[in-house]
C-alpha cells in the first residue's frame, strides 16, 4: 500500500520540527512518522514518541534486511532513518505520513515515490540566525554547532531540489505557507 506522503526537510535549528509540530495539532489526518536513531533520547524525547531510539547494532541489522526506505550517517557514528513499517503503519490508519527529515533522507524518498511526494524546505533566514537558533537551544557544545552550521551551508544548496522553499523567518508566517502548500497537495481538513 502505497499513498501520499509530505516530507519537511531543513538544516538543523531552521525550524521544521515546530512547523511539523503545528500541522500534526491543526490536522488530524495528518500523522508523524517516527524516524530510528542510534543517539540517545534529549531531554523529555521518549521512544516511540519522538524516535525509535535503537543501539548501532539494531539499527545495522535493519539495513541489512533492507527495513528502511532511508538512512543516513548523518554525524560520525550517528545514524537516522525511515522505517518502511512506520510509512505502512500511517497509511493503514487512513493518514498522510510527515517526514521531517535531513536533506539527503528526503532527496533519497523524493527519488523513490516522485509521484505521490511533497516535499518541502525550511530555510533559515541566514547562517548568522540559524547560528543564534542553535546557540539559544542551550543543547549543543560549541564543536556541534560549528558541524551543524557547516553541514547547513551545504544543504541550503540543495534547495533547489525541493517543490517548495519558505524561508522561516517568521515562525506564524512559515507555518501558514506551509499549510497552504500541503493543502495544495492532500485534502487535510
Known amino acids: 500500500m502505497t499513498g501520499k506522503l509530505i516530507i519537511i526537510t531543513a538544516p538543523s535549528g531552521a525550524g521544521k520540527t515546530s512547523i511539523t509540530r503545528y500541522l500534526l495539532n491543526k490536522y488530524p489526518k495528518l500523522a508523524f512518522s517516527i524516524s530510528a536513531a542510534t543517539r540517545p533520547p534529549r531531554g523529555k524525547e521518549k521512544n516511540g514518541v519522538d524516535y525509535y531510539f535503537l543501539s548501532l547494532e539494531e539499527f545495522q541489522e535493519k539495513i541489512k534486511a533492507n527495513e528502511f526506505i532511508e538512512w543516513e550517517m ?32 528526503a532527496i533519497h524518498v523524493q527519488r523513490q515515490y516522485p509521484s505521490n511526494t511533497l516535499t518541502i524546505f525550511v530555510q533559515p533566514p541566514s547562517v548568522e540566525e540559524l547560528k543564534k537558533r542553535l546557540e539559544g537551544r542551550g543543547t549543543e557544545t560549541p564543536e556541534n554547532i560549528a558541524t551543524r552550521l557547516n553541514k547547513a551551508s551545504y544543504e541550503m544548496s540543495f534547495n533547489h531540489s525541493f517543490d517548495k522553499v519558505i524561508v522561516n523567518d517568521d515562525l506564524s508566517h512559515a507555518c501558514t505557507k506551509t499549510e497552504e502548500a500541503i493543502k495544495q497537495f492532500v485534502n487535510i481538513d
Do not use: M
Not at 77 to 105: A, F, H
Open 74 to 105: 548523518v554525524y560520525e557514528g550517528k545514524y537516522y532513518g525511515t522505517l518502511k513499517s512506520e510509512l505502512e503503519r500511517i497509511w493503514t490508519e487512513g493518514k498522510t505520513p510527515i517526514l521531517d527529515i535531513d536533506v539527503k533522507g
